[in-house]
């Protein structure tokens, strides 16, 4: 769980991870980044109080490290056979899904994740209710679904086996640094989806895809994906292009609206100056 300027909602977060009802251990490990309010208060209150508090490994960092080295830093200290991802911001709604998940991927060698359907909310909006993220007409997933130019799944929502995950040297310098986790997963082996919807999403003034310009972010998933096909060597290249070239399209498109608009905007100040 990477958290920074969460205080609204980590506490909703943590306590769907310590519900968790299940028959292995659990480490949730927090990776604080410095963030400039009372995350850490709430963190360590919920510690010292909640029955499962002793499952919390938190960890606040002195400097703001960025979003993507702290959400390695924070991968390279999860030690457990299995992991699963769910950001500051959302929260988990089963409290067997760790279970159902770990037992499914426990018989089912050539999996190497799965996940589930995800509820989605936005707060942004006034009175918004919780509906369902997307939509699907299969349950097996391989790697050219996830080089699409949309997210297979919600992040909250997966859980994987950490010996199918590497950390190339290139994650550093992306910013979508959970779709390439579910790339560098399912490089590894099938996706299984469960029908059922166990977490919830949430869009807010703190998320990191809510803050992002249009042209900054095909330009980001451009980068990803020249990234993706070096490191799969030839493997899904046809997909791999074809999104690429979606996104190049998209930046054309913005581009050319952006200087339609400029001109009209020049004219109309030249027939303002000429009245």
């Known amino acids: 769980m990477i958290t920074y300027g969460h205080e609204d909602y980590i506490k909703e977060a943590i306590e769907g991870v310590l519900m968790q009802d299940c028959d292995f251990e659990i480490e949730l490990l927090i990776a604080d980044d ?12 919920i510690k010292s109080t909640h029955k499962n508090g002793d499952w919390i490994k938190y960890i606040k960092h002195q400097t703001n ?28 709604t089963d409290s067997l899904k760790l279970q159902k998940q ?6 089912n060698n050539e999996f190497s994740g799965c996940f589930h359907n995800t509820k989605f909310i936005n707060e942004l909006e ?9 939509e699907y ?33 290139w994650l550093v310098n992306i910013e979508s640094g959970d779709m390439a986790v579910f790339t560098i997963v399912s490089s590894k082996g099938k996706l299984f ?17 809510n803050n992002v310009k249009q042209l900054d972010y095909h330009r980001s998933r451009i980068n990803l994906f020249q990234y993706f096909n070096n490191f ?4 899904e290249k046809e997909q791999i292009i074809k999104t690429i070239n979606f996104h190049k399209d998209c930046l054309k498109r913005i581009k050319t609206k952006k200087s ?16």
């Open 232 to 235: 799969l060597k030839g493997r």
């Open 34 to 45: 410095c963030s400039p309010d009372a995350t850490q208060t709430i963190v360590e209150g």
């Open 137 to 169: 007409d299969k349950n097996i997933f391989f790697l050219k679904d996830t080089l699409s130019n949309r997210a297979l799944f919600h992040t909250a929502s997966f859980v994987f086996k950490s010996s199918a995950l590497v950390l190339p040297d």
């Open 126 to 134: 006034p009175h918004s209710i919780p509906k369902l993220w997307r």
């Open 65 to 92: 490290k960025g979003m993507m080295p702290n959400f390695i830093w924070a991968l390279n200290e999860c030690k457990g056979k299995y992991v699963a991802l769910c950001e500051g911001d959302d929260y988990w």
């Open 102 to 107: 770990i037992d499914f991927l426990e018989v």
């Open 193 to 209: 989806r469960f029908d059922e919807s166990w977490s919830v999403y949430r869009k807010n003034i703190t998320g990191v895809t």
């Open 260 to 275: 339609v608009l400029y001109m009209f905007k020049m004219l109309l100040k030249k027939i303002k100056n000429n009245l």
